[in-house]
């Protein structure tokens, strides 16, 4: 098994024992896809949403395969439509989202840097103000171009332009 963090990270132990149901955004992606197997390897359930942009629909398949899971929610979405991820919190309970939905590419960032503001800044206060809302206190953002590894705790009471500034 291959870990995308320490082996431990992800195992129950670290959610109080609890098996929880975690939203995992650009979840089809190859760092939440590697997200996935650990958590569904560590017996929660997860929720996939992505908007295919750097992913393959295909991946949900193999993420089937590896796991052995019959089924693994999936919805196609842009996490900057606050709509639609109201509505996906309204129909689903989760207690934790892993936010992976972020372009990283450095080089590109320099050349069209409004769309990754939009789309890495925005889709963060989107799911930010939707956990709020909706009483979802574990966040973790993972969209650093620096280092994808390098994953961040957020508190709901955190003030965010420290989270920002991490990055």
């Given amino acids: 098994m291959v870990y995308l963090y320490p082996e431990n990270e992800t195992s129950r132990e670290n959610f ?8 995992v955004t650009g979840g089809l992606g190859f760092i939440g896809s590697h997200t996935v197997v650990s958590l569904l390897a560590s017996d929660h359930d997860v929720y996939i949403v992505d908007d295919l942009s750097n992913a393959k629909m295909e991946v949900l398949d193999t993420l089937k395969q590896i796991t052995g899971a019959a089924e693994i929610p999936f919805e196609k979405m842009d996490v900057t439509d606050a709509a639609a991820i109201n509505r996906l919190f309204s129909e689903n309970h989760f207690d934790g989202v892993i936010h992976f939905a972020g372009y990283k590419a450095v080089g590109e960032s320099v050349s069209i840097p409004l ?12 799911l930010a103000e939707t956990c709020l809302k909706h009483g979802v ?10 280092n994808n590894s390098d994953i961040h705790d957020y508190s709901a009471d955190m003030q965010f332009e420290a989270a920002f500034l991490s990055c």
């Fill in 16 to 23: 109080g024992g609890q098996i929880m149901n975690i939203l």
């Fill in 115 to 126: 769309a990754y503001y939009k789309n890495n800044v925005l889709s963060t206060i989107v």
């Fill in 137 to 146: 206190e574990r966040f973790k953002y993972g969209a650093c171009p620096k």
